[in-house]
C-alpha cells in the first residue's frame, strides 16, 4: 500500500519559515519524480514546485520561485519544501504527490493526505 505522509504544516507569521516533509512508503520512492502543490478555501488546486527523481530538475511556480526550495532525501524516502519569506497568500494546505514530473495535478498518481499552512499578517 503506497502512502505519502506529509508533515510540518502549522501557523506561522508572514516573514517566518517552515519546512514540509512527505514521507513515503509503500514505492520505490528513488524511482519517482514528484511535487507539491497546494489549495487555498474557494480556490482550485495549484502546482508550487517538482523534482526528479534523481533530485535534480527543481522547478517553482513564479509565485514561490526564490522563496520556496524544493529537496529529497532519497535514503530516507522523504520530500521536503522548504518555505521562506512567507506571505498570507501562501496559506493553504499543501499536498505533496508522486508519478509525474509536471505541473498538473491530475497526471500524478499518488498523493498525500495534505497539512495545512496558514499564514498571518
Known amino acids: 500500500q503506497v502512502q505519502l505522509v506529509e508533515s510540518g504544516g502549522g501557523l506561522v507569521q508572514a516573514g517566518g519559515s517552515l519546512t514540509l516533509s512527505c514521507a513515503a512508503s509503500g514505492l520505490p520512492f528513488n524511482n519517482y519524480d514528484m511535487g507539491w502543490f497546494r489549495q487555498a478555501p474557494g480556490n482550485e488546486r495549484e502546482f508550487v514546485a517538482r523534482?526528479?527523481?534523481?533530485?535534480?530538475?527543481?522547478s517553482y511556480a513564479d509565485s514561490v520561485k526564490g522563496r520556496f526550495t524544493i529537496s529529497r532525501d532519497n535514503a530516507k524516502n522523504t520530500g521536503y519544501l522548504q518555505m521562506n519569506n512567507m506571505k498570507p497568500e501562501d496559506t493553504a494546505v499543501y499536498y505533496c504527490?508522486?508519478?509525474?514530473?509536471?505541473?498538473?495535478?491530475?497526471?500524478?498518481?499518488?498523493w498525500g493526505q495534505g497539512t495545512q499552512v496558514t499564514v498571518s499578517s
Open positions: 523534482i526528479r527523481w534523481s533530485g535534480g530538475g527543481a
Open positions: 504527490a508522486a508519478g509525474s514530473y509536471s505541473n498538473r495535478g491530475d497526471l500524478y498518481r499518488y
